[in-house]
């Protein structure tokens, strides 16, 4: 009797536990089709299509590489794929059960094989194939059979790859395959058996981990900028956004055994003052007062997660150092202090003297170290600029993937005497101008922007404001698409059920159009190394469309920029100059490597020797950076003011010269330099 009463007893209690986190994800599920429907800027109704979109997501969001579920078990998933309207219609919340269970099993399932496999032998003879297929291209595996083939071929193809990353000889492989293959192959089985731990082990469990994929769907349909955070998630994005938030200043990552090392201790930090971690040093464990995580089978991710907490402001250390003693190190959180510029001005000198300032992101004067925005950084150093006298500015805004709006706007106003610099547009509320804030402009002459297919948001927010007043010639590729602003915003102002990332308003240019999905074209186009590749905001699922809207307020713009001949003059160029060549060569090597089907070559040690060799070769001559021969690479110097300030950071000094070598080595920044003394000539 008393164990039928404690079994009974156990699963009424796990039932209601579950019933319990179901009532919690519903209330969570209720609460984003809430918030999507009262503040996105565009929300979709959640219908028969709908669903069928969400479904595709969420099964995304829980496999996304397609090595986890075979296509028996989306067929048996499939049931939802039109009825999630129906079910939060009702309120029913059960449905999430089965894609936990699923998970769950299919994990154990390929736990069980992957152990068995330690006892079995595999298959080198070059009978089995290989073939490499684009991501885009990847399908479920049919069934469990078939899915247990494919880790087969999977660990076979790592012990080889590893005994060649250890031996490049391959008839010393040969030789001693049969004795180094059995540690091997166990090597690599423990490190797929630890990735699915980290499945497993995601912070909440994995009920709340496939919760939270179903979340991110629902979000998701309405734009791929929107998201689900938890609160964990919430502060380590807004950390990422901060370059001042409170941080132990230790970067990680994984080595090639698993293990978790450190990859950098940044300057000025609680690390870096402490002087006892050390790059390459292999974390353990950390710890608080409270509690513990070990450092095994749990992805980086989760370790950040640990550190990132609120509560957890001071934490102990456990270090394997290279010697292999274990130290503990306790650290303090606390604001990384820097004293220097973010941004740093330099003058080409070529016939005429030119600027040029690379610009990261648009930060704000609460995000920088400084205490000062991207405007105030680029004000101070385009005045030492100004004092040596530059006939031009390059502002390169490549891979700057945004940041403030409002630092955008402020950045335009130097650069124009006054007038609407973009118009904001929300879900419910009219049209709003966004203008340049001050009368005057802060520099008058030449000015030209470098873009590529990364410049996205607020980078293509000021150069489609200064291509509109025609203020500024773009150069480089098309931009990456994205003109909508997001918030962060609480599911409930009465309960912790997480937040949403969502995408409350869309900014377009003074004249009424939008950039949305479309990008920012150049005046003058250059080669990329990205050209053609589907990476851009309009290649995301469910991205806004590119529209218009009405404006209140007129620009005045510039007289029209001649660029006609500019452009005859830069692809004369172009085609002549060996790095762009390279470029555009390099391009099609790129493409052809990730987004087309290579030809089946043998599961054998020689055959994957020779494609790991020619795939190598390929890589290193495609990012093998076409520097500018001596004789003609560019001449660049500090302003005087900085090579004063350098006299007294040895550190910063070394960082420097990299940074003046990079960019006379940039072909880019070269053809720029051309373009601008063709434009000033051409209007002499």
Same mark, same amino acid.
């Given at each position: ?38 503040? &996105? ?41 039109? @009825? ?28 069980? &094989?992957?152990? *068995? ?13 290989? @073939?490499?297929?684009?991501? *885009? ?7 469990? *059979? ?98 001042? !938030? ?12 698993? +293990? ?41 991710? %989760? ?16 270090? !394997? ?28 000198? *070529? ?8 610009? #990261? ?6 995000? =920088? ?67 340049? #804030? ?14 590529? %297919? ?35 915003? #609480?599911?409930? %102002? ?10 409350? +308003? ?8 939008? &950039? ?10 250059? #080669? ?18 590119? %529209? ?6 007129? &620009? ?7 660029? +006609?001949? /500019? ?28 987004? +087309? ?11 994957? $020797? ?30 005087? =003011?900085?090579?004063? /300030? ?25 053809? $720029? ?12």
């Amino acid at each position: 009797m008393i164990n039928k009463f404690l079994i009974l007893t156990l699963y009424f209690c796990t039932l209601f536990s579950f019933s319990q986190d179901n009532a919690n994800f519903c209330e969570q599920v209720q609460a984003i089709q809430t918030l999507v429907k009262t503040k &996105h800027y565009a929300p979709k109704k959640l219908n028969d299509s709908t669903s069928k979109a969400v479904f595709n997501l969420f099964i995304k969001q829980l496999d996304e590489n397609k090595n986890i579920f075979t296509q028996q078990d989306i067929e048996s998933l499939k049931i939802d794929r039109y @009825q999630y309207d129906n079910y939060i219609a009702d309120q029913n919340c059960s449905f999430i059960t089965k894609y936990f269970t699923v998970l769950n099993d299919r994990i154990s399932s390929i736990k069980t &094989h992957l152990e *068995a496999l330690k006892s079995q032998d595999l298959d080198y003879s070059g009978k089995l194939t290989l @073939q490499y297929v684009p991501k *885009a291209d990847h399908s479920f595996y049919k069934d469990e *059979a078939e899915l247990n083939k494919r880790y087969k071929k999977k660990i076979a193809y790592k012990v080889i790859i590893k005994l060649l990353e250890n031996e490049t000889d391959i008839e010393t492989i040969s030789k001693q395959f049969t004795t180094l293959e059995p540690k091997v192959k166990l090597n690599i089985i423990e490190k797929e058996l630890c990735l699915l731990e980290e499945i497993l082990n995601k912070q909440g469990g994995l009920k709340r981990f496939v919760e939270e994929s179903f979340l991110n769907a629902l979000v998701k349909i309405n734009d791929p900028n929107s998201t689900f955070f938890n609160n964990t998630e919430k502060i380590e994005y807004t950390n990422l956004l901060s370059k001042h !938030q409170l941080s132990f200043g230790l970067l990680t990552n994984k080595n090639n055994n698993g +293990e978790v090392v450190i990859q950098y201790v940044i300057p000025g930090s609680s690390a870096f003052k402490n002087g006892a971690i050390e790059k390459g040093d292999i974390l353990k464990a950390i710890a608080t007062p409270l509690s513990r995580l070990e450092i095994a089978c749990i992805s980086k991710q %989760d370790i950040q997660s640990f550190l990132n907490k609120e509560d957890h402001k001071v934490v102990t250390f456990s270090i !394997q150092k290279k010697n292999g003693s274990i130290q503990d190190i306790t650290l303090t959180k606390s604001k990384i202090q820097v004293d220097d510029n973010v941004i740093r001005g330099y003058i080409i000198n *070529a016939d005429l003297p030119y600027g040029y300032i690379k610009v #990261p992101s648009f930060y704000t004067n609460k995000e =920088s170290p400084n205490g000062r925005g991207l405007t105030a950084d680029i004000a101070k150093e385009l005045y030492k600029l100004q004092r040596e006298n530059i006939q031009g500015l390059i502002l390169d805004l490549r891979f700057n993937g945004g940041g403030s709006l409002g630092e955008a706007i402020n950045l335009s106003g130097m650069f124009i005497d006054r007038g609407p610099i973009s118009i904001i547009k929300s879900k419910s509320e009219a049209n709003f101008t966004l203008r340049d #804030p001050k009368r005057g402009s802060f520099y008058k002459k030449p000015l030209l922007i470098l873009v590529n %297919d990364y410049s996205a948001s607020a980078s293509e927010l000021f150069s489609t404001a200064m291509q509109d007043y025609n203020r500024a010639i773009i150069v480089g590729s098309k931009t990456y698409g994205k003109s909508s602003v997001q918030r962060i915003i #609480p599911l409930s %102002d009465t309960k912790d059920l997480g937040y949403s990332k969502l995408t409350i +308003e869309a900014f377009y240019r003074v004249t009424g159009k939008s &950039h949305q999905s479309i990008g920012v074209i150049p005046d003058i186009i250059l #080669p990329s190394l990205y050209d053609n590749f589907k990476s851009s905001e309009k290649d995301k699922l469910y991205a806004l469309k590119n %529209d218009s809207t009405t404006i209140t307020f007129k &620009h005045k713009a510039l007289p029209k920029l001649n660029l +006609e001949t /500019l452009i005859k003059q830069s692809k004369i160029r172009i085609d002549s100059t060996q790095e762009f060549t390279t470029i555009t060569t390099a391009n099609k090597k790129l493409y052809k490597l990730l987004f +087309e089907e290579d030809n089946p070559y043998p599961l054998a040690l020689k055959a994957i $020797a020779k494609k790991r060799k020619e795939r190598g070769q390929t890589m290193d001559s495609i990012f093998e950076t076409p520097k500018i021969t001596k004789t003609n690479r560019l001449t660049i110097n500090n302003t005087k =003011s900085t090579q004063e /300030l350098l006299k007294y950071n040895a550190e910063d000094k070394t960082q420097n010269n990299k940074n003046i070598e990079n960019i006379a080595n940039d072909a880019y920044i070269k053809e $720029a330099q051309y373009i601008l003394t063709d434009y000033i000539n051409s209007n002499q």
